[in-house]
């Protein structure tokens, strides 16, 4: 049990990181286009809440709670939010003749190119994680369950027996 606490943990911190990398990206990009096409600002706006609520949560959920794998749902959510964050993000980035989104080579440089990769990339890799985490939330809780069963079809050895 304590390894899958470590390893949420871990996750969590990954969560916070990737999506305050994508929420730094995505402001920036949204300060410096002010006066952009309503549909590139609409993309942007919803990238942006969804890293707001990825940082929300995984703040919310690094806690340790008691049941702290009941959250996988929310992970779940979040995933498919990212993943739609990372398609709109590709849908923007693919007709500027940057190359290949998944050649991650040069994310660190100053241009336009290089920060829409990353923020496509940091995207991803969010999304990945709180993919990780909602299943091995759901992972945990299933083994719960299944050990809450045996454990109670066990108990009955000293119940009399009905007639």
Avoid at 32 to 57: C, M
Wanted: with cysteine; net charge positive; glycine share 6%.
């Amino acid at each position: 049990m304590i390894l899958t606490d470590l390893v949420s943990l871990c996750l969590r911190i990954g969560e916070l990181a990737f999506s305050a990398t994508v929420a730094g990206l995505t402001g920036q990009w949204l300060h410096q286009h002010k006066s952009t096409s309503a549909w590139s600002e609409k993309r942007f706006i919803y990238t942006e809440v969804v890293a707001a609520l990825g940082i929300l949560f995984s703040l919310i959920f690094l806690f340790p709670f008691a049941n702290s794998f009941l959250h996988w749902p929310a992970d779940l959510i979040l995933f498919i939010l990212y993943i739609v964050a990372f398609g709109l993000l590709v849908n923007y980035v693919g007709p500027m003749n940057c190359g290949s989104v998944w050649n991650w080579h040069g994310i660190t440089g100053k241009s336009e190119c290089a920060k829409s990769k990353a923020d496509v990339a940091f995207a991803f890799l969010a999304a990945i994680f709180f993919l990780a985490s909602a299943l091995i939330g759901l992972w945990v809780v299933h083994r719960r369950r299944a050990t809450a069963t045996t454990a109670n079809s066990r108990r009955r050895w000293y119940r009399s027996a009905r007639v």
